[in-house]
């Protein structure tokens, strides 16, 4: 998630993370404002997590959700993680709009811990290397893609 925060550099924008590399990306960066969600920090992955974390979700409305996942299958989105589930589960809640991003290898993976069902995600981002039976799943289900 880095990488797609990179992206947002230098743009007026409100951030709202619970990732320590993603709010570092902005450190230097004068135009972006960065919240961070506070909660237990889950050094492994540098994220925080845990009930401060989904009480701050739950109190605030955002336009957005661009995040990552473990799996995603025609039964819906889901983590390696049951620690981080209700994090990410807050995020989607709170977005108006909710943009996953995926690389291929993600497609067909089902990592453990249910998240959502496919149907709460506006727009998935992914490689071209996403396997026509994937797209198909995606079109099927009236999610919009974009192939990077």
Same mark, same amino acid.
């Given at each position: ?53 989904? $009480? ?5 409305? =955002? /336009? *957005? &959700? ?8 025609? @039964? ?32 067909? $993976? ?5 998240? =959502? /069902? *496919? &149907? ?8 071209? @290397? ?19």
């Amino acid at each position: 998630m880095a990488e797609v925060a990179r992206c947002l550099l230098n743009r007026p924008v409100q951030i709202i993370t619970n990732s320590i590399p993603v709010a570092q990306v902005f450190w230097e960066c004068r135009q972006t404002e960065v919240t961070l969600t506070g909660g237990y920090l889950y050094p492994r992955l540098g994220i925080q997590f845990g009930p401060i974390c989904e $009480r701050m979700l739950h109190s605030i409305s =955002a /336009d *957005v &959700a661009i995040m990552g996942i473990r799996g995603i299958t025609q @039964d819906g989105l889901s983590d390696s993680s049951a620690l981080v589930v209700e994090s990410i589960r807050a995020m989607m809640k709170c977005a108006r709009r909710v943009i996953i991003v995926a690389d291929h290898t993600k497609f067909g $993976r089902n990592a453990m811990v249910h998240v =959502a /069902d *496919v &149907a709460e995600v506006d727009q998935i981002i992914s490689d071209r @290397d996403l396997t026509p039976e994937h797209r198909q799943l995606l079109d099927e289900r009236g999610i919009s893609y974009l192939l990077a």
